[in-house]
């Protein structure tokens, strides 16, 4: 098993203070002097020695935070390491598109009216939420020989929502069930 160097003060690989994964080093585990130090409102502080940074830190109440380790010397910045993260978790979080689901009704050819008005005003919310609607129309037994029922259902419900979506895909009969799309219009 090959065996990874240590690093400079006996720190092994599982010690607490090896940041080579956890990103920036912070305050004292800052241990390279001097640094280039860029001040908490951006400007440029020119290259100092570490303790100076770190008093000067201690001063503003803020942090020293390594932002270009790898940099000669290394860049250093003044600031708030907490809120810091915490905007770069909420930078990562908030720009997430919209992921668009595919969001099914199931209703029967006896299913009542009312019913029917709940489920479009359900496929009206998905279709604002910007997500595709499958419409189902079942069929049980004898139910199958008046599909027409079924086709005066799911076009009910279509002419309800036309304002909506548009038809992805027309009405069909796959075995036992009658199907139609709706997606969102953009």
Known sequence: MEQLPQRKG???????HFT????QRVNEQIRISP??????AGEQLGIVPTSQAMEMAREAQLD?????????????????????????????????????KLKEIRVRPKTGEHDIETKINQARRFLEHKDKVLLNVLFRGREMQHVEEGQRIIAGMLAKLADLAKIEKAPSMEG??????LAPKA
């Open 10 to 16: 006996g720190f092994g690989i599982n010690d607490r």
């Open 35 to 40: 640094i280039r130090l860029i001040g908490a």
């Open 20 to 23: 080579h994964d956890r990103g």
């Open 176 to 181: 036992k069930r009658m199907t139609a799309m």
């Open 64 to 100: 020293l935070v390594e932002v270009a380790p790898l940099e000669r010397p290394p860049v250093c910045k003044i600031m708030d390491f907490g809120k810091f993260r915490y905007q770069q978790t909420h930078k990562r979080t908030k720009h997430k598109p919209h992921q668009q």
